[in-house]
């Protein structure tokens, strides 16, 4: 716990180092504690998907305070266990670098603060995952020499949590978290307003300015503003919570902002009755999960809210929720929030769209805006042209190896992809691209619109889209860096399992990798062009006599409805289902741990198209991200190959 007075924080309870030795973890757990030095390593790159495994976010209330840490790996080693840190009386937690990678999940920061941790230290945290630190009244810090001072029982001043922040994240941690610093807004509060002089601008900070809840003129890195969302999404993993909130908040007064542009999603859990397992089961947490979709159903019916659900006359949903809103909402220019890591796939129409917690998009619910802190924009010229087989999955497991994005400098980066490469990927393919700017920790990707995004709005809408002379980054912007990537040296890429920066090209895999599954699906690699790759490299095998490999189940999972029809339409079912694959109605699936193609055991091995492969996120087993092509081929060869590889072998 922690009890403030006259800008002085004193921090109450144990600290818990979460240190890459299981048996130290567990000592501490044990009621024994022990000294930074004695829990080093750190554990670094420590997921939301190790803090709240998939199945705790089924809960949405206090009872999140009984699971953090459950699923954090140490070695071959998972040492907590449930009520372990709440029991163990602990108020501060530290660890090593980039802490809460992947999700926007603000279940793991709620589960910590439920348990009672009231601070996290680490060498540097994932955007998201402090932001949503930050909302719920969480101090975070990167000084750990706080540590000694808060043992000696010391009081903190505020102000070591703001330096350096603007002015609205400095107030947001002073009142103690969003709701507070929102009732304050309503009560006549207000940011000071610094004019920013006329300045050349990314193509980002002119969507910020234009979005600006005070109708900024012109923008710069680090100014901090309430921005007008344009388009404003949850599924139903997340809008329980955010409802619970408003209702803590608001009671039965809850009065939405601008209806129409509130869209809600059932899309993460549609399978789940067919992947958990009997344990699971057996703890009630298959209700749990089913209740999430209805508690969303009820609200979206009461306050008339749009809403693409789950199928009435079979198993699946509508779709994904950033591929239908790129499929069917989205505009370039537009700013964008989503209750989804990778609500920055809509980038590759010309947006800015990022993804927010569940305090932040209760509040924009409620008000139409969101806080931003204008971030720095980091370019990657994509030069050349990609030689055949190569993806743009393969593009982005490249930029994850890349010590620029593995050490962390990217975090809270705009990604602004151009080039001539960039110039012949279609938008589905450039959606691949901004969509894992969550892995490489950005704030958002985007590419600058063009005569293919006007295609892209044609072919999928029917209508005709006229792009504006202001939609593009002025010459002389300020960026924070480039990347060039020369894109003819590109070739196939995996990740190994563990983390989606462990980047290796085909070629340079030494070992044969046997599969027991391939996983063609998810946001990522279920849109039309991924199926288009997947059935290229299976109509290939299919004239030549071969099927997926004895020993391998290869599934495909269609990102939405649309996408489905459009290979019903262009006749792929037939070689699909010729070959062996077994087809899946849209929706998350195994990339959030909820549906057919999760692994059963921890000595499965799959390769797969999602975009993390974070430990337990597709189940117990290991998991290889690959592009559609890679994926596609390994399931024909029953062990991990490019398809140049596959054909290079072929009779």
């Known amino acids: ?120 230290i680490a060498e540097n945290f994932e955007r998201i995952y402090r932001q949503n630190c930050r909302n719920l009244g969480i101090y975070t810090s990167t000084d750990f020499g706080l540590i000694e001072r808060i043992r000696r029982g010391d009081s903190i001043p505020v102000g070591e949590f703001t330096q350096g922040e603007d002015e609205l994240t400095a107030e947001l941690v002073r009142r103690g978290g969003l709701f507070k610093l929102m009732r304050a807004r309503k009560d006549g509060w207000s940011p000071t307003t610094h004019a920013t002089a006329p300045r050349p601008m990314t193509y980002a900070e002119k969507i910020i300015a234009r979005a600006s809840a005070d109708n900024s003129g012109a923008v710069r890195a680090g100014d901090a503003i309430f921005a007008r969302a344009d388009w404003r999404y949850a599924h139903e993993y997340v809008t329980p919570m955010c409802i ?24 993460h859990l549609p399978f789940i009755h067919r992947s958990m ?75 800015l769209a990022f993804g927010i917690g ?36 393969d593009i982005v497991l490249h930029l994850l190896r890349l010590p620029y994005v593995r050490e962390g400098r990217a975090i809270g980066q705009v990604i602004e992809y151009c080039g001539e490469a960039l110039s012949g990927l279609s938008t589905d393919e450039r959606a691949t691209l901004t969509n894992m700017v969550a892995e490489i920790g950005g704030f958002s990707g985007i590419v600058v619109p063009d005569e293919e995004t006007r295609r ?48 290796i090209a085909v070629s340079e895999l030494v070992e044969t990798v046997g599969i027991d599954i391939a996983y063609g699906g ?41 996408v489905r029809d459009y290979c019903v339409q262009s006749g792929m079912l037939d070689v699909f289902e010729r070959v062996g694959v077994e087809l899946i109605e849209s929706g998350c699936g195994a990339c959030v741990n909820a549906g057919p193609g999760v692994s059963e055991r921890a000595e499965q091995v799959t390769v797969s198209a999602i975009n993390r492969n974070f430990p337990g996120r597709s189940g117990p087993g290991q998991v290889w991200l690959a592009s559609p092509s890679t994926v596609a081929a390994s399931a024909i060869a029953g062990r991990i190959v490019s398809f140049e590889q596959l054909r290079a072998k072929a009779p």
């Open 277 to 351: 397992s009997p344990e699971r089961r057996a703890q009630g947490l298959l209700e749990a999960a089913q209740a999430l979709a209805k508690v969303q159903k009820q609200f979206c019916e009461t306050h008339g809210l749009r809403l693409h659900g789950y199928l009435a006359d079979r198993d699946g949903s509508e779709g994904i929720s950033h591929s239908i809103m790129t499929e069917r909402y989205v505009r370039p220019g537009q700013l964008v929030v989503g209750t989804d890591s990778h609500t920055p796939h809509c980038g590759a129409l010309g947006a």
């Open 244 to 267: 619970s909130f408003l209702e803590r908040e608001m009671g039965d007064r809850i009065t939405l902002h601008d209806r129409a542009s509130i869209v809600c999603f059932g899309d």
């Open 1 to 120: 716990m922690a009890t403030a007075s006259n800008e002085q924080v004193r921090f109450e309870g144990r600290i818990l180092f979460l240190s890459e030795d299981a048996d130290v973890v567990e000592r501490q757990l044990r009621g024994t504690d022990v000294s930074l030095a004695d829990a080093l390593p750190l554990r670094s790159d420590v997921s939301t998907d190790e803090i709240t495994p998939a199945w705790i976010c089924y809960y949405y209330d206090e009872k999140l305070g009984e699971f953090p840490y459950l699923g954090l790996k140490c070695g071959q080693r998972t040492p907590v266990s449930a009520g372990g840190v709440k029991a163990g009386g602990f108020g501060v937690t530290v660890a090593g670098r980039r802490y809460g990678k992947g999700s926007s999940r603000e279940a793991s920061p709620y589960a910590e603060w439920c348990a009672g941790i009231r601070l996290v």
């Open 522 to 562: 998810s946001c990522t690699g279920g849109k039309r062009e991924d199926l288009l790759h997947y059935h290229a490299v299976l109509e290939w095998a299919m004239q030549r006599g071969m099927r997926v490999a004895p020993g391998t189940r290869f599934f495909l999972q269609f990102g939405s409805q649309d």
């Open 358 to 393: 569940t305090s932040e998009m209760a509040n924009a619910w409620v008000t139409g805006e969101v806080r931003v802190e204008v971030p720095r924009t980091c370019r990657v010229r994509l030069n050349g042209r990609l030689p055949a087989g190569v993806e743009a999955k």
């Open 456 to 503: 892209f709005v044609r072919d999928r809408r029917g209508t005709d889209l006229q792009l504006e002379p202001w939609m593009c980054s002025d010459e002389g912007a300020e960026f924070a860096h480039v990347i060039e990537v020369e894109c003819d040296r590109l070739e196939p890429m995996l990740a190994r399992p563990g983390d989606p920066g462990h980047g």
